[in-house]
């Protein structure tokens, strides 16, 4: 679909992917994100994808946007044109554009190459034309604003409402700002381009619904908060830091707080504090930090705590790749306590999804007084993507405060039911008040050591995951219902593997995709589906480990036992690319 | 606080849960006796307590209260007690640990509790020793004591918890000695009464692995019980506090008392003002109607 441009008739476009390469104090993510943001309010489909730096002062950046009137499911293989801003971005990623696409460079900084794939090379001054556009004390500024108008001439976006995103953005600083955004913006729409014709995007199909745009973080924390989240407390860390600062500014009008701590041990226990008080709290991090939070997590496997935990994987172990990619984190999520202490682990595959998988997250932990993990990845988290806004008549959690009297019978730890909680202030007819505990305790929460007692308590906690099991939905599904190979995936693998699932049946072959959200527990009965397919292929960003399996391929193998999974691994810390998925399924399929 | 008061006054009777488990001799009872009469003073309703621990021996103490109560895990009582406190005022948030739960494993928490001012009641039961895995030296155990870790004698240099906790910020600071029931009542009622975060150092000896370990405090045993003079003292200052603190190594026992009484913003109310300004400019608007305004925001 990427590269469909070819294929579309002259003078309209279904997709095109757009690389714009420079540095990040240029303000290219702004750019793509204006271009994200205006599919959202119009009908197109969008998916972006950039990079940052990992040092703090600039550095070199790229935005690649997926514009298209019709699904978008990956944020593209190869780019339909490059901007290139310096020389390094210009040699370092001319390769990125497919043979026969656009290259449109800063001509004040790049000196263009020869180049054998029939690129189209138009030179255009955006330093030089911005300066005397602005007058000359602009520097560099505004030459992202100025390429942004350039861009929405060449496909013939809307102008109008480009402009009102571009007012509604500088419109709260100085009269200056937006005076020069708005001319850099004129300029760059204005600016003659000879050598190629206009592409006009096609119009997306408007459905009628409303639309917004945000990257996958955002749409998480406005989850949990849809989900009945009032409380939280966490640690920064790339890429999950951004959640934390819109919960700190968005809780206070719900009425909670989310609180800052000295470190993940202190956010884990602190957020436990507030569950155990009677609100569902959320802590959340990434990898490094999910690791320091594992103990007080044991404690509330063990203590039957509600907790929503986030998880934004990055490339690890220890410090890793922080700002790039990776799903190496599922083990940990699953067992990573000491002790068996079974909790339940969500991925949400989109950045739509992230608000849903947020809201079960919430239902899941207070029904099942049990720690949720979210593993979301850098991935989801901070690329922007369109879609219909989330109806929340039927996504909304009433937040309440249960403080019934608790009567003589009470027993905070039935072993034949789900833990009752009883927060402090909750009154006591009998007196007897219960001590929530980490020691194995007995059905009224004493310490009790008693070898059988520990046995059914295990049993119960271990229980409550495997009726969970039985009432998942089916994990979503896409293409032949049997056949030659079915690809499982889970998180942001999702839109490559759809993809890559469709071009491989539009060769002919009989190819099934399944995604996986509910890592653990796993829906009951998912081995009926694999034994359907010649072969079962499971893409995942880590690493293909010690006896040959990614880590879902190593989860699916002990509980399936089935000889047909295997594993294709990718641990670049970038996502797969839907002719990588292709080529390894066909590789199989050859055999 | 806003609690109403019980229609009867709580007895030690209705006070009481399980059966403590502490040695024979172990200071930690008269800690529990004196709470005991304080929430039997202050009219503190069941209901209204949170006993919250970490772990060790001391940390135990939930489990012989009649009250909600929550056993964590080793050193985090803290950050636990500062998550039901920063997120339900209307209680009263007690946090019980020892010397190695608090000032070792917790002792970053500890620093971070005080800064912020969290609004709760903090009793460390030191006895300079771990007493529940039996024998190891702790952060607060004196050079030369001889210990399963240290079988030549400690050599690392002990903490001065008093000097930290003024470092830290802690806005009420006092120490007292498990041997002297009444001056422990009046620290503990003053610590409760007290807006912000309130620490109570007790000297609690280990009879089991410890014993005599404070006998210089206690006036039976030939030592000297001297109490802060807080008429000739500014008990804001925390220079003054800090003086004091530093007595306690070069003079052990040092005094006992309120080192430090100081008001400051707690976080509880800096973080609610936060709320219901945010709760007023919102007005009528349901959070639902939030959520689809954020949402109009976004197209
Ligand atoms: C993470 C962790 N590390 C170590 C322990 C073992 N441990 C339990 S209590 C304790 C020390 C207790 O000493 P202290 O806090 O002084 O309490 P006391 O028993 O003397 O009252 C230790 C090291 C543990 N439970 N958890
Ligand atoms: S070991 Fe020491 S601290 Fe623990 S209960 Fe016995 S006397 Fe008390």
Request: glycine share 8%.
């Given at each position: 679909m990427a590269n469909s441009t070819a294929s579309a008739t002259p003078d309209t476009l279904k997709n095109a992917v757009i690389r714009l390469a420079g540095y990040s104090q240029d303000g290219i993510q702004s750019v793509g994100a204006f271009l994200a943001q205006l599919?959202?309010?119009?009908?197109?489909?969008?998916?972006?994808?950039?990079?940052?730096?990992?040092?703090?002062?600039?550095?070199?950046?790229?935005?690649?946007?997926?514009?298209?009137?019709?699904?978008?499911?990956?944020?593209?293989?190869?780019?339909?044109?490059?901007?290139?801003?310096?020389?390094?971005?210009?040699?370092?990623?001319?390769?990125?554009?497919?043979?026969?696409?656009?290259?449109?460079?800063?001509?004040?900084?790049?000196?263009?190459?020869l180049d054998e794939r029939g690129i189209t090379h138009i030179g255009v001054p955006f330093t030089s034309a911005t300066i005397e556009a602005l007058g000359g004390s602009a520097k560099n500024r505004g030459k992202n604003i100025f390429v942004l108008g350039m861009l929405c001439a060449i496909y013939e976006l809307d102008r109008e409402k480009m402009s009102a995103i571009i007012a509604k953005k500088f419109g709260g600083k100085s009269e200056g700002v937006l005076r020069n955004a708005m001319i850099a913006f004129d300029t760059g729409y204005a600016w003659p381009i000879q050598s190629i014709q206009h592409m006009p995007m096609a119009p997306g199909e408007s459905k009628g619904k409303k639309r917004i745009s945000a990257d996958g973080n955002?749409?998480?924390?406005?989850?949990?908060?849809?989900g009945g989240c009032r409380y939280g407390a966490a640690y920064p860390i790339t890429p999950w830091t951004s959640i934390m600062e819109l919960l700190r500014s968005e809780f206070p009008k719900y009425g909670g707080s989310f609180i800052q701590c000295e470190d993940e041990l202190a956010a884990v226990c602190m957020a436990i504090g507030m569950s155990y008080a009677g609100h569902l709290a959320v802590t959340g991090s990434s990898g490094p930090g999910l690791a320091l939070k594992?103990?007080?997590?044991?404690?509330?496997?063990?203590a039957e705590i509600p907790l929503v935990v986030v998880n934004v994987q990055r490339g690890g172990p220890s410090t890793g790749l922080p700002t790039s990619v990776e799903q190496s984190d599922l083990m940990q999520a699953i067992y990573g306590s000491h002790g068996d202490a079974p909790r339940v682990v969500l991925a949400p595959r989109s950045v739509k999804d992230c608000f849903y998988t947020a809201v079960r997250a919430c239902q899941i932990a207070k029904e099942y007084s049990t720690p949720v993990i979210i593993?979301?990845?850098?991935?989801?988290?901070?690329?922007?993507?369109?879609?219909?806004?989330?109806?929340?008549?039927?996504?909304?959690?009433?937040?309440e405060l249960d403080q019934s009297e608790k009567g003589p019978e009470f027993k905070p730890y039935p072993l034949e039911k789900m833990t009752r909680h009883s927060p402090p202030g909750s009154p006591s007819t009998e007196g007897k008040y219960p001590v929530v505990t980490g020691l194995e305790h007995d059905e009224w929460g004493h310490p009790s050591g008693n070898p059988k007692n520990h046995a059914a308590m295990t049993a119960k906690r271990r229980e409550k995951l495997i009726k969970l099991s039985h009432s998942l939905p089916a994990p979503s599904f896409h293409g032949d219902y049997e056949g030659d190979l079915l690809f499982v995936g889970w998180g942001s693998t999702y839109g490559p593997v759809k993809e890559a699932t469709q071009a491989l049946r539009d060769k002919?072959?009989?190819?099934?995709?399944?995604?996986?959200?509910?890592?653990?527990?796993?829906?009951?009965?998912?081995?009926?589906?694999?034994?359907?397919?010649?072969?079962?292929?499971?893409?995942?960003?880590?690493?293909?480990?010690?006896?040959?399996?990614?880590?879902?391929?190593?989860?699916?193998?002990?509980?399936?036992?089935?000889?047909?999974?295997?594993?294709?691994?990718?641990?670049?810390?970038?996502?797969?690319?839907?002719?990588?998925?292709?080529?390894?399924?066909?590789?199989?399929?050859?055999v | 606080m806003s609690s109403p008061a019980p229609a009867e006054k709580l007895t030690k009777k209705?006070?009481?849960?399980?059966?403590?488990?502490?040695?024979?001799?172990?200071?930690?009872?008269?800690?529990?006796?004196?709470?005991?009469?304080?929430?039997?003073?202050?009219?503190?309703?069941?209901?209204?307590?949170?006993?919250?621990?970490?772990?060790?021996?001391?940390?135990?103490?939930?489990?012989?209260?009649?009250?909600h109560g929550i056993h964590f895990i080793h050193g985090r009582a803290l950050p636990l007690a500062t998550g039901i406190s920063l997120s339900r005022p209307d209680l009263h948030v007690f946090v019980f640990g020892g010397d190695g739960d608090g000032y070792s494993i917790g002792g970053n928490h500890l620093t971070?509790?005080?800064?912020?001012?969290?609004?709760?009641?903090?009793?460390?039961?030191?006895?300079?020793?771990?007493?529940?895995?039996?024998?190891?030296?702790?952060?607060?155990?004196?050079?030369?004591?001889?210990?399963?870790?240290?079988?030549?004698?400690?050599?690392?240099?002990?903490?001065?918890?008093?000097?930290q906790l003024v470092a830290s910020g802690a806005t009420f600071i006092a120490r007292t000695h498990t041997t002297q029931i009444k001056h422990m009542d009046e620290m503990f009622e003053r610590a409760i009464l007290h807006p912000g975060f309130a620490v109570v150092e007790t000297l609690s000896e280990c009879s089991m692995f410890y014993p005599g370990a404070f006998d210089a405090g206690?006036?039976?045993?030939?030592?000297?019980?001297?109490?802060?003079?807080?008429?000739?003292?500014?008990?804001?200052?925390?220079?003054?506090?800090?003086?004091?603190?530093?007595?306690?190594?070069?003079d052990f026992p040092g005094k006992f008392g309120v080192y430090l009484e100081c008001k400051r913003p707690t976080k509880n109310d800096l973080e609610r003002a936060w709320i219901d300004d945010e709760r007023a400019r919102v007005g009528d608007t349901s959070d639902r109607d939030l959520m689809r305004e954020r949402f109009d925001a976004m197209r």
């Open positions: 599919a959202g309010s119009t009908a197109s489909e969008v998916m972006t994808y950039m990079t940052i730096p990992a040092t703090i002062s600039g550095g070199a950046s790229i935005f690649q946007v997926h514009l298209g009137s019709g699904e978008v499911l990956h944020p593209g293989d190869q780019a339909d044109m490059l901007v290139a801003f310096y020389q390094d971005s210009y040699d370092n990623h001319l390769d990125s554009l497919r043979t026969g696409g656009i290259c449109i460079y800063d001509s004040d900084q790049v000196e263009k190459v955002t749409m998480l924390a406005l989850g949990l908060i849809a594992s103990e007080a997590l044991g404690y509330a496997s063990m593993l979301s990845d850098q991935a989801i988290a901070t690329r922007i993507e369109a879609f219909t806004e989330p109806d929340l008549d039927k996504w909304w959690v009433d937040y002919g072959y009989k190819i099934g995709c399944m995604h996986i959200h509910n890592l653990h527990p796993l829906r009951a009965g998912l081995g009926d589906i694999f034994g359907r397919y010649r072969h079962v292929l499971v893409p995942e960003m880590n690493d293909s480990g010690v006896y040959g399996y990614g880590q879902l391929a190593t989860l699916l193998r002990a509980k399936l036992c089935d000889p047909r999974i295997q594993s294709f691994n990718k641990t670049e810390g970038l996502g797969f690319r839907v002719v990588e998925l292709v080529d390894e399924a066909e590789k199989i399929l050859a | 209705q006070l009481k849960a399980d059966k403590p488990t502490w040695c024979p001799g172990c200071g930690d009872f008269s800690v529990l006796a004196s709470f005991f009469n304080i929430v039997q003073k202050l009219e503190i309703p069941h209901e209204k307590i949170v006993c919250v621990s970490g772990i060790g021996c001391s940390s135990r103490f939930p489990y012989f209260v009649n009250s971070h509790a005080a800064r912020k001012n969290v609004n709760l009641s903090y009793v460390v039961m030191d006895n300079q020793v771990y007493g529940l895995t039996k024998n190891q030296t702790s952060p607060t155990t004196p050079i030369g004591r001889k210990s399963k870790t240290d079988p030549r004698g400690a050599i690392d240099r002990p903490i001065n918890p008093m000097a206690n006036p039976r045993k030939g030592g000297r019980f001297e109490l802060v003079d807080e008429q000739s003292r500014n008990m804001e200052s925390t220079a003054e506090a800090m003086t004091l603190a530093e007595e306690t190594e070069t």
